[in-house]
């Protein structure tokens, strides 16, 4: 089976499901393509770009909708927006980022569909767990972070802690944080869980909102808020070195490699376009 991977190829999720994954898929993996070579198959990862091709084409939509605009989106709009979508790519198959989402779309699509987590940066060193916390950290969009962010700094700055936006790395925050400002349907229900992929692969502590992406893979480790008293509350249970290190044994016993997802994902598609 040949596949080849394609897509706008301008942000992180290009980077997760089109280059790290499609390396381990074996596949040949390039940003707006226009020809396939000898391909079975064209996966297109997010935003949809021209595919001129007779060839079967897989959505892997990750989260393709307008942001931050679409984060407030109700589920009626978000449904009639993809449906719009996938009238527009008609794709032979469908991926999801998240369980719920991949249940939204079988109540009306009809070809196959997938749910594939996403899976953590690859070569990642694990977290020491320090004695003391002293570094918060958030990886992401500000924008996704919203005014999080300066209730964030102020707490850290009242417990005489620091907070990085975009730390250089996992290992180096004694707590990440995974909150994102708006609520509405897709932020909710079909954002990915890579914050937490990420906090797994590396046994960092975690607090995070109640998202799809991150209930659907917790390991039973995971702080989580979704107000300041419940932030507060989950950093203040994360204070002892006990209870890091606790949680950080846990994390690390529920990350998935990348190699695992992989191959979830190659048998379903060999199985999709044998039918």
Partial sequence: MKLFITGRGVNGSWKIRGEQLGAALGATASPRAQSFGSADAVILVKRPIPLPTSLPIIWDIVDAWPQPDGNSWSREQAIDWLKGLVFQIAPKAIVAATDRMARDIREWFDGPVLFLPHHARPGQAINPIRENVSVIGYEGSSIQLGSWRQRLEIICARRGWEFKMNPCSMAGVDVAIAMRDRKGYPARFWKSNVKLANAQA????IVLGRESGYLESQSGAERWA???????????????????????????????????????YSTWLESTLKS
């Fill in 226 to 264: 979704d107000d300041e008293n419940e932030l507060e509350a989950a950093l203040d249970s994360l204070v002892p070195f006990e209870a890091r290190a606790i949680a950080s044994s846990t994390l690390l016993s529920s990350f998935v490699p990348i190699e695992v997802i992989a191959n979830r």
């Fill in 202 to 205: 590396t046994g960092t502590p």
